[in-house]
């Protein structure tokens, strides 16, 4: 049976409401989230069976960290409860020309003091099927991406499938190090990578090269490079967002395995609710069509733009939604009528 | 002078916030609404003289209802205080690619309960010149179903006016009869029929006929069969909703009396804030508008569909407009521009 | 260094949230604002040395007021502690093809009662560099036309340049005078004036000119008008607002100099949040422009467009934008990105 | 049948919440109160018929204030639609040893500016058994204790019962003129007077008594002068108060009907959740007794006290309680059992 | 090791907050509880491993109660998802003389039509050690009667020990039989019981006692009563609560294990944040102190006694405590000192 | 003219509302504070001169703290913007017999890492007259002890008034050293001491003294020991606590000054709103007092206890009240009497 163990951080979330900005908030709304986190929530919530593996502090906010984890089904029996501090971050949601805005207080949490050898992957992963982690922990500390790779070679060892999200974030990477000299070795255990492809490239210290996503056949050449360099590659799958406005998205994606070009038609979302972890129900979308009818990758890549079109219109970081609504979108029906 | 009785539940409506899922919800907005005591709230709106028939429980539940009654200026002297218990609906507002979704806990409520013979009909009419009702009420049980037709039968003999919105609700009818099994006999009593064509059809027994409402000239035929069939049936009238998505709603209607169609023109409301109940304010428009100006058909179609716009910017069921907001739509004037 | 000592109320603001209609709220939203009030947050945000000049009680809330000049880092050194109310304004907000709604209650406010000779101009205005007024203190009574006559004198004999929001609001001028018999004096001493140039000939007793804003070879002989009546004017300006609904505003502007004619592109604002204050946030981008960088004019009036695009999105009266936002606006980078 | 005219203002209460201080508020709770109101609130809600008379501003906000009159079945058929604002008062709901606060907005109401001659009270008063009135109109403005005899004339040539609650608030009585000059000729009207006898005297331009509420035998000669000043008095009763602390009240009363003095037993009230008012629910409760069973004197006393009690309890000016619950109380069951 | 299976209703729990009356509510707390359901929270809280056994409807609101059970870590594996509804309780809680309003609204709901052989409870209990049920489930419907005896009969045969708390409530046993019909039968399987002596009495048949709880020497006499007639009986406590008002509460407690009574010092709650759910804190408090340490009864008395007095203050049905809070009460500190 | 320059961290605090425990709290309340910070505002509420010095990150969130400081009036001209991270602490606020809680999450704050040199205390203190500070920073890192003493130095070579709160917090304090190794030499500089004998013996290494503060005459020989190991000391106070429970404080206050105690009677303080931030009340209320009335050091007393008992009503760290206010309570009411 599958089981998908998902590795990075959990971080509480303290968003403004109502699109007010950080100075006119009285109260900030407490959720969680994290990029990897997020895309856990999304497998649990299509029935898959999930692990998560982090570490939080062993204290009252760790414990509403491991409250919401069990809510949301998302399997946190391995957690380690030993970390200083849960990490956070403040977000404020903007809206048509003003956009989001994002700080980040998640230094010395858990996972960016996280050592090689603190968890025992051998017994975490000895009956799972898929390893999910993204770029994002080894942005965290030096340390962090050791452990990285620590967990990617046993998972190998294991047979496991290998996926990650590059997840590439500005405000993070400030331990000394450029992408490129730590993502290139942690990258060729993946099976399937999520990004863009001068995301990619730019953690693999190769040149930009401005790809035109609408010209399809201009596409395999690029992605080649990449698959080239990474030889376990099977899947590489990228979000193509069009932003009018911060509450108007354009999103489609393409998917290619190697051989073929898979790309879905671009759907509008307005007004948006919340983008933030739209990139992660993509790759949860994509995992899970990845699992269910491996050999049907225009469903999958379907599957993996539908959820993260309904991910917009929904307040949080996951994407609260079941497999229905995400088939009702694949199948057509954007109208939003009122089931009654 | 104009005084209209309406028929129908008052329901509990308990509605998530700002767009939240269920699961997200850790409070409801609680608010009444029903698809007949919105045409009711309407037309108390525009300055009519109403009276709202239905059974309450006799609890702190019943009475906050009657509060909310008579704060809407709704006529509740005759209200039934007897029932087991209120009917309640559970509503999540969509956004976007995401439909609203609705939960009913209706069963038992006084309305669904309810028998012939416990209402006094024949005093309660006696100063009455309109009826109205929906196809909710025969939808809740079959008790319900035959109180209609007593309430129609004397509401006939005593020369009101009656309406109806079709109101079909696929997740009503439970207590196993089919529709046309019981519509066809409660629709003769009708003058004024608000619906579409096969929401008609399927009511009252007849084939589908996928209308193109945009080919006017292909209408009169149609509705002719619904004619035919009602001889007391004056008038027709369809609300004309194109959903782009769950907040862009596209609005027209077309209002047929027998030999000619009138249609409005359509008009684009959004971000929707709240479209349940914009049906009903489409109805309350129209009866207001047969009411005011008889001889002006095409004043009640523009009326009904400028009340239904407007009630799509309204938070819960009800259409809270004044007359000179509708009035300002039908004029044309659609840039909100602030009144100061 | 630039001081610009900016002269009118500063409101109670009670609004309903959530686009609730009056008859729904069960609480209200309490901020402040005032359309002079407003330009002197925004200048003090782009970081200039501001002076707010307003009567206020002495009470609790005219201290609440008090309190948020200072957090807003308005200078209220010269506040007017002792008129007898705070004057309030009630908004409901609209949206879609519903307009937002105000209902003043600022009758005997301090700034309504103010009187020639309460204010020791000469001091206050000793070390300042630019005056700032709007056509509302004009609309509120004799005694505070007066007042504004006696501040504009002081002003200009100081040598300060002195700017105008025409503002016009038909619910106010109600004390017996016509604004043409009241603004053409006191427009006199003008070097900037904001407003479109119907309402500026309808102040000044001039016939209207529906003017095309479109096209703008045939502008510069309308503004000449105004110019040839007030000949200190030096600048005027027109904030152009094509209201698709409530919700979807498209805003450009227009700055003549006497000479030349510079013009912006006009932008889409989508949902908007709140645009009252969206005016003066113009005309705080203006000012700022106009002190920062004088000669560059094209840039001046571009930034206060973009100051009056961000201003939708925010809530409340204040446009709290940072110089960093604007200018991104202005770089012409509306996508609404998260900064991450 | 009994039918109970009050006389007097309705307020817009904006108050804080949760014991927050003016300056720590983001949000204004909105309700109404108003002395007089709030006992046509109580009254209504022993199912008295009631009826209340009141000018409000034909706007908005006026509209909202009938919504609240008509939900809490107040009589709202007479009410004035035409005066310039609706009154405000602001509150701060103090806790233990910090006192509430109230900051009055109210000059300039309807009720301030109401003149004799605008009321049709032959009209009005003609199925009326009982007028209540307080000392709140006459302090708001000469014309208004004008118009408070105009009524009281009428009244009384019309053989009504009339009660007085004296209701002395040190923040009015602003217009020039001493309580002792213009309440002596009001009061002769009374049959039912509701103060404390310092206020009385106070009122009445009599010395102070100190008097000594715990030693009974010494009150009746105190009560007398009283009645002596004012012959068509029938019955005087107090509210006693002994405040702990803002969350600690120990309740009793008098009653003294010219003969014999009926006292109560003083009841602990702790936490307090909302004071205001409950001088009112004290008059709503003596005139609801006094109505029910005319010749149970001690029992109109304890139902005034019971419901004073209760009303400490509750958010917001009225007493919001039925006759059940005030009977439990009167029975002497004070524990506060949940009924399941 | 210990796990301890729990039988009965989750209810949703709609709350009006702040104290506020039904009639005052826009909108109601969303939370869950139930007798049975707090006592599983309580023993989840404590660290032990917990199953509860119910039926919710296959619905939004089965699922968001689904996800509540996992969030409070209350074993849910085999609840049945095939009810009709979900049962609601509406709660107005009370403070200081006004007591708290319950309005059930449980009627059809999965409890209520359960019927025998519809759970497999060898499959279920096959490594339990402990059963806990309520005199709640019996007085739904008959047929919840008969499923709670088969369940028993399984629970005795399998070797548990089965607890049980009497919870008469006045407003449900509506399905026309008396407990004492009902109740001697299925108390027979118990070997704990929690509840005061004269409910035992009433629900088993016997005369009314009138026990003196303060005397304690009077006590085993009238508890053997109840040990003679179920034999099985090895334990009944029973709750002293003296109510000072709705907000002030004296808790203390008994415990006789058919040869001593032990009785806990009285213990003072003021202010009460919530009382609801208090009884199933003791009874929580109480299994888990004859589970943790069997021979120590005055220090499982103690706890349970600690856990009730705690539990007034937590908003909610829940006692949502750690062990080390409670600990802090048995060793006395009622101080409430902020660890900081 | 009297200028205090405090000296101290300012943090977000983050707090569940309504006593919802940190599990039950979907979103927190942002507000500040910290000890040296609430002292500061306490001052600025009497109408003092204040500066405060702390350093914050110059990003979103250390700008919101920045306006929070001006709207409440303290000083912050001379804040450094360049730490890393704001603190943060979590609050449960509790209630009765469950005791608030407190999670500090302030490791890296611009505090903790502020070291030797980073601040120019001659230009901060040339118009200063009083210094203060609290045993809070020299726990938070020993370069921030180290930076203590840098600052006291200056401040005594200047001659300002040193006034210090002890502040024992058992949670900090976790950098390697004992409060006995560091304090006694940075108390040294000190005018002024609050906190309890005990807690002064433990920083300086003296034995535990067990002091009875009931029995005054035992306590000028216990104050003597510290007075003579600190030789500049002038006063010391206590500030006398006795918890009934976490709603119910009863407070009185010891002020010594080498020669003679002096008291304050005990009030008592239920309920309690937020009791964090009371004994910064009491020291900012003491400072008061010194600085208006030196000579009159009976009344400093009672100005320090009366002003801590206020602070227990007002959520938040701050004690926002009046002189009036203080005044009031100073001269024995504490009636809590509705000013209106």
Redesign the interface.
């Known amino acids: 049976m599958t089981k998908i163990v998902t590795f990075g951080e959990i971080l509480l979330r303290?968003s403004t409401?109502?699109?007010?900005?950080?100075?006119?908030?009285?109260?900030?709304?407490?959720?969680y989230g994290g990029g990897e986190f997020n895309v856990s929530v999304s497998l649990a919530n299509y029935g898959l069976n999930t692990e998560y593996i982090t570490r939080l502090p062993n204290?009252?906010?760790g414990?509403?960290a491991l409250?919401?984890m069990?809510?949301?089904?998302v399997g946190c029996q391995n957690v380690l409860l030993d970390g200083?501090?849960i990490g956070?971050y403040?977000l404020?949601t903007?809206?048509?020309?003003?956009?989001?805005?994002?700080?980040?207080?998640r230094?010395?949490s858990g996972m960016s003091t996280l050592k090689k050898g603190m968890i025992d992957w051998k017994e975490i992963l000895k009956d799972a099927t898929w390893f999910h982690w993204s770029g994002i922990t080894p942005s965290l500390s030096e340390s962090a991406a050791e452990a990285c790779v620590e967990a990617l070679e046993i998972a190998k060892d294991m047979g496991l499938t290998i996926s990650c999200d590059l997840n590439y974030?500005?405000?993070l990477w400030k331990y000394g190090k450029h992408p490129k000299e730590v993502m290139p070795k942690i990258l060729q255990y993946c099976n399937v990578i999520l990004g863009d492809l001068d995301t990619a490239n730019f953690m693999l210290g190769l040149p930009q090269m401005n790809p035109d996503y609408q010209n399809q056949e201009s596409l395999p050449v690029l992605y080649d490079t990449i698959f080239k360099l990474i030889p376990s590659l099977k899947f590489m799958a990228t979000t193509l967002r069009y932003?009018?406005?911060?509450?108007?998205q354009r999103i489609g994606g393409i998917l290619y395995d190697g051989n073929t070009i898979y790309d879905a038609d671009v759907?509008?979302?307005?007004?948006?609710?919340d983008?933030?972890g739209s990139g992660d129900a993509f790759m949860g979308g994509l995992i899970y069509g990845l699992n269910e009818e491996p050999l049907n990758k225009q469903r999958a890549l379907n599957f993996a733009v539908a959820a993260c079109?309904?991910k917009?219109?929904?307040?949080?970081d996951y994407n609260?939604?079941t497999l229905e609504?995400v088939e009702?979108?694949i199948g057509g029906d954007?109208?939003?009528?009122?089931?009654?």
Do not use: M, W
Not at 17 to 31: C, M
């Open positions: 303290l409401e109502r699109h007010l900005r950080f100075s006119q908030a009285e109260s900030y709304k407490a959720t204290n009252e906010l414990n509403c409250k919401e069990r809510k949301l089904n200083d501090r956070i403040f404020e903007g809206t048509s020309t003003r956009a989001s805005n994002i700080v980040y207080d230094e010395n974030r500005s405000k932003s009018v406005s911060a509450s108007h759907q509008d979302v307005t007004p948006v609710v983008r933030v079109c309904l917009h219109t929904i307040a949080g609260l939604v609504e009702k979108l954007f109208t939003g009528k009122v089931s009654r």
